[in-house]
């Protein structure tokens, strides 16, 4: 009983820490929204200019789950050991600022080029009344915020030129497997030979690993002193991989998650994405099974949905990814413990967050 007790305590504790961490990083964009609302580029620009900045601001970046811009914090403390100066901290959650601000850029893309609905529990931004198709402007802007933050806290900073070329180079990279997704699924039509496994391994690489985990990864060991290649590039190799595997939990959510859990209406089927699900299917579909996700991939049309998610239940895709999940779990967790270049809490702090999410 006594042990049910202290694990309880210990539980509890454990939230109250991460509910603190939570607002001490909110705090942050807080004040960094005001720096960029009193940008001295800034001068001369009407008040409606700057309201309109701010409830853009306050709308697309901080929600969700933040685990991409906290992350980077938990990376530079289980770098350091837990000894980290409060400057640093503060420099750890402006970096993280960065990549929130770059992950709302792609969103209010992403939810233009899907017709998506719904984003974080609430309307697109671009579906808001006042902003229909401004929002692709207002999208350049907020990529534009991430180099002007850079340029106000790291110009000094001997890491400055690195982190400026990782924003550079993930954005690079992600636009690129944005468009391998958009081209692999145009419409107009299906085309079921192009959903195969090596796109869609190259997909979720270059649009959602490299921005999901490796960038928070590689911004925290910046900030650690962390520049031999070597040490890089297993920082990418394990970011990669557990990339994708935040990536297939991201597709089977789409189809299995409820909206008011995930914050989002999901739209793989009906936008004819090549998801790991449909990738899956398609590989051990029966000929009939095969016929009934041709017939209805897709279509924006909810009994065409529910025909497609038939079939992924009568091939038990469920329980496939459940197995995949596990699987990559444990290797996951062998090689991080099998290396000799970092603390394993550097990369099993965020295993630990996305391992069985279901949002």
């Keep these: 009983m006594a042990a049910v007790v202290e694990a309880?305590?210990?539980?509890?504790?454990?939230?109250?820490?991460?509910?603190?961490?939570?607002?001490?990083?909110?705090?942050?964009?807080e004040k960094l929204r005001d720096e960029l609302l009193e940008d001295s580029i800034l001068a001369g620009q009407p008040e409606s200019s700057k309201d309109w900045l701010r409830k853009m601001l306050d709308y697309n970046v901080p929600h969700g789950k933040l685990n991409r811009g906290m992350a980077v914090l938990d990376v530079l403390l289980a770098a350091r050991g837990g000894d980290v100066t409060e400057k640093e901290r503060e420099a750890a959650n402006v970096l993280g600022w960065c990549i929130e601000l770059l992950q709302a850029y792609f969103l209010v893309a992403?939810?233009?080029?899907?017709?998506?609905?719904?984003?974080?529990?609430?309307?697109?931004?671009?579906?808001?009344?006042?902003?229909?198709m401004v929002a692709i402007n207002d999208g350049i802007i907020l990529e534009s915020c991430i180099y002007r933050l850079l340029k106000l806290h790291?110009?000094?900073?001997?890491?400055?030129?690195?982190?400026?070329?990782?924003?550079?180079?993930?954005?690079?990279?992600?636009?690129h497997g944005q468009l391998l997704d958009t081209t692999t699924a145009p419409p107009g039509g299906v085309d079921l030979a192009r959903y195969t496994e090596a796109t869609?391994?190259?997909?979720?690489?270059?649009?959602?690993?490299?921005?999901?985990?490796?960038?928070?990864?590689?911004c925290g060991l910046a900030l650690a002193g962390v520049?031999?290649?070597?040490?890089?590039?297993?920082?990418?190799?394990?970011?990669?991989?557990?990339?994708?595997?935040?990536?297939?939990?991201?597709?089977?959510?789409d189809a299995f998650g409820e909206p008011e859990v995930i914050g989002k209406v999901g739209t793989d089927i009906q936008d004819s994405k090549c998801s790991w699900l449909v990738v899956r299917a398609l590989a051990v579909a029966s000929a009939e099974q095969r016929e009934a996700i041709k017939a209805n991939y897709g279509r924006d049309d909810a009994e065409a949905v529910?025909?497609?998610?038939?079939?992924?239940?009568?091939?038990?895709?469920?329980?496939?990814?459940?197995?995949?999940?596990?699987?990559?779990?444990?290797?996951?967790?062998?090689?991080?413990?099998?290396?000799?270049?970092?603390?394993?809490?550097?990369?099993?702090?965020?295993?630990?967050?996305?391992?069985?999410?279901?949002?």
């Design 200 to 218: 869609y391994l190259r997909i979720v690489t270059y649009k959602t690993a490299f921005y999901t985990i490796y960038l928070p990864v590689a």
């Design 8 to 29: 309880g305590h210990a539980a509890s504790k454990q939230k109250t820490e991460a509910h603190q961490t939570k607002q001490e990083f909110l705090a942050v964009f």
């Design 227 to 253: 520049t031999d290649e070597a040490s890089l590039a297993l920082a990418e190799d394990l970011s990669v991989r557990m990339g994708c595997y935040f990536q297939i939990q991201d597709d089977v959510l």
């Design 154 to 175: 790291f110009r000094a900073h001997p890491a400055y030129v690195h982190l400026l070329e990782l924003f550079h180079d993930t954005t690079h990279r992600t636009a």
């Design 110 to 132: 992403d939810d233009i080029m899907d017709s998506s609905l719904t984003r974080r529990g609430q309307p697109c931004w671009y579906r808001q009344p006042h902003v229909g």
């Design 306 to 359: 529910e025909a497609v998610k038939a079939v992924y239940r009568e091939l038990d895709l469920p329980a496939a990814f459940a197995a995949y999940e596990q699987e990559s779990y444990d290797g996951l967790v062998q090689a991080i413990e099998g290396q000799d270049k970092f603390p394993p809490a550097v990369f099993m702090g965020i295993l630990a967050k996305i391992y069985k999410r279901t949002k």
